[in-house]
Every structure is written in C-alpha cells, then in structure tokens.
C-alpha cells in the first residue's frame, strides 16, 4: 500500500460517521461511482444465547426452621424452597422465611409468614410475609435469622 493510501485510511479512522460520508460522497462523485448516499445499515452484534431451562425470578424463598452453621451458603438454612409468594399463603402463619432478592440490587430479608399482607423489598411487592430486617450481606442476615429463631 502507497504511503498516501495509508494517511488517507489513518484519517478515516479519526473521522465521525458524517466526515466519512462525505468523503465517500466525494470519491464516489470524482470516481464517477454512482451508489446511494445512505448509509448502509450495520449489523449488531447477535444477542446472546437464551438460557437453558426455567428462567429464574428477582425473588427466592426458603422457609427457616433452624440454621446449622455446619452448611455453607443457603444450605445454612434447614427448611423448604418456595418458588413463588402465592405458594406461602398454603405455609402456616408465623414461620420465618428468607427472602432473597436476586435483582436490581442483591439483598436479603428475614421475615415470618402472615396471610393478606404484602411487603415491599427493593421494589419487588411480596404477598403473604412481612419483613422486618433488610440485609445486603448474605452473613448478616443468618446471624439475624438465628436470633429470631432462637426467640
């Protein structure tokens, strides 16, 4: 390639979209090509993937009945997954839950089972608990869940 040829390619790349469509425009009225002064459509990068499998909620449920600090993570918890809050309406009043909220902002919150009351964790409307103490650290709200226990 002539040293020209690659002053012309360097300015190019510091050019905004309207400078190289007028450049373009120019060569190809001086070249006497005759395409369309549009600029042609840019492909976006394909999206990613669908995930595999049932797409997971903000929220997941797990009923508390005692902590058994031998576990690690959720398994801390011994007690049963709920999917959905309409399913803890069929969970006996007063048992304790933690709720755990997977967007916009990661958080936990303990809470008990009380039939006909919604509460509201970083923004998500959650039927049939109240929740009395918001976490963003998962360590916290363990200690917090095994007090209420204890009580």
């Known amino acids: 390639m002539s040293e020209m040829i690659e002053q012309v390619i360097g300015l190019c790349g510091m ?44 929220l997941w449920f797990r009923l508390a009945e005692r902590i058994d600090r031998t576990e690690k993570g959720t398994s801390q918890v011994v007690g049963n997954w709920i999917r959905t809050d309409s399913k803890l309406a069929s969970i006996t009043e007063g048992t304790h839950v933690l709720v755990g909220v997977r967007y916009p902002k990661k958080m936990y919150s303990i809470g008990r089972v009380a039939h006909g009351v919604t509460s509201t964790v970083e923004g998500h409307d959650i039927a049939n608990v109240v929740t009395f103490e918001d976490h963003e650290d998962f360590g916290r709200a363990i200690d917090c869940l095994e007090r209420e226990l204890d009580k």
């Open 15 to 58: 050019m905004s979209v309207d400078e190289k469509l007028q450049v373009r425009n120019f060569l190809n009225s001086a070249l006497g090509d005759t395409t369309t002064d549009e600029p042609e459509k840019v492909k976006d990068y394909p999206s990613a993937p669908p995930p595999r499998g049932r797409r997971k909620g903000p």
